[in-house]
């Protein structure tokens, strides 16, 4: 299955155009893979697609900080001419990507929505139609509404979650389907391989936004998609020091129009984000397993708070969907793994999203009382940060949209970080105090309970 649309395949004068540009191109140089492609996830993230630097033998890649190259002679140079095109650093970066989910080199942007940006007008031209995930990243949603839909590429915004409603929604213009998994914010989570197996028959690329679990937890690739998007600012990097997106295929083609496009719009990732980037991968599965495991915890103890009404998470057995995240979210740590010593857990990542009783009040209420909690708008980073979506991330989605998809005006995303777990809740439970509701008690069912101890009090989880 290619990744590239049959119209865009078939137009010869387009693909001319772009081979005649993509000579002015640097080729790409790939690195010699240091590790297995069958390798643990934690040595693929610190040796994956990484080799000493061959002048110095520096373990950590330079930042190659020059916006140009001297060259040989005209037409020979050593893999890169000027770095809006490409940079070593980046390549460094991609490599490691690539290695990671055991793709070619990654293509890296200077921002997850520059990812999502290139991927569209590389693969959508006017006149052309989207299906995409009805809750979306709100900057997914601005970006389809106010820049491409004028530009006459229209979008329809479906319940990716139900695949006979995907099915029905392609028509003989859909050139992409485009579904996010986890869903940004409610975490409603896509049956890939089934979607998957509905755009192969047609001949349409899916595109899965795999930003909140990464490839760590789940391989889109892996299950039929055709090209796995991410912000690395979120988990990747994971530090709160950058911002960047990527993008991974496994088709070749694709990859080229990508990296053509890319320099086109000057969207690469700067040097030293990219840096930053790979510093922060090596500790990627190290990270995401803390935050899934504080995050299950968290979870649970906002399950059985009488003051919450709602807790989105998958790894809760009430979540409606648990049974699809169990099968689909596997852990890659015990990937081809059959010692006693591999980690066999299965992670739901690092986020959830609740309401609290007595409505937006009472969300808000919450958020401005929280002390150890961050009100901001990233996600996946070592400080635990709590969102509103509604007027944070997901502000310039349609208010009937959000309505309908379940972004209610009350909702709280939380993104629990790499402090004690016992911290973060003790810091939820002194801001639900503050939370003054007519009803505060829920109906309740027969539950296995475990104790866990919140600055001198102890509080029943699930």
Known sequence: ?????????????????????????????????????????????????????????????PIYQSTTYAQDAVGVHKGHTYSRASNPTVSALEDALGALENTPPAV?????????????????????HIVVSDVVYGGTVRLLNLVLEPLGITASFVDTSDVQAVEDAITPRTRLVFAETPANPTLKLVDVEAIARITK???????????????????????????????????????????????????????????????????????????????????LPLR??????????????????????????????????????????R?????????????????????????????????????NNVQLCTLAENLGATETLITHPVSMTHGDVPREQRERTGITDGLIRLSVGLEDAADIIADLEQALDQVVT?????????????????RGCARQLV
């Open 1 to 61: 299955m290619s990744g590239l649309p049959r119209h865009l395949s078939a137009s010869k004068a387009l693909e001319a155009r772009s081979a005649a540009a993509h000579r002015a191109e640097p080729s790409r140089v790939v690195r010699k893979r240091a590790v297995r492609a069958e390798a643990g996830i934690d040595t693929l993230a610190i040796r994956g697609g990484r080799e000493p630097d061959p002048t110095t033998g520096a373990i950590l890649t």
């Open 108 to 128: 890296c942007f200077s921002t997850g929505l520059a990812a999502i940006t290139t991927l569209f007008l590389a693969l959508l031209k006017a006149g052309d």
């Open 201 to 283: 028959k047609l001949g349409i690329p899916l595109a899965v936004d795999n930003t909140f679990l990464t490839p760590v937890l789940f391989r889109p690739l892996d299950l039929g998609a055709d090209i796995a998007v991410y912000s690395t600012t979120k988990y990747i990097e994971g530090h709160n020091a950058t911002v960047g997106g990527s993008i991974s295929t496994r088709d070749a083609r694709l990859l080229d129009r990508l990296r053509l496009f890319r320099k086109s719009l000057g969207s690469i990732q700067a040097p030293f984000d990219a840096w930053l980037t790979l510093k922060g991968l090596k500790t």
């Open 288 to 329: 995401i397993r803390q935050h899934s495991r504080s995050a299950l915890r968290v979870a649970r103890y906002l399950e059985g708070h009488p003051k919450v009404t709602k807790v989105f998470y998958p790894g809760l057995s009430e979540f409606p969907q648990h049974d699809l995240a169990l099968r689909q979210s």
């Open 331 to 367: 852990s890659q740590f015990a990937a081809k793994r059959s010692t006693k010593n591999a980690d066999s857990q299965t992670f739901f990542g690092g986020i959830v999203a609740f309401e609290v009783a007595g409505g937006v009040d009472s969300g808000v209420t919450v958020m």
């Open 438 to 454: 007519k009803a505060t008690t829920r109906a309740t069912s027969t539950r296995t309970t475990t104790t866990v101890k919140t």
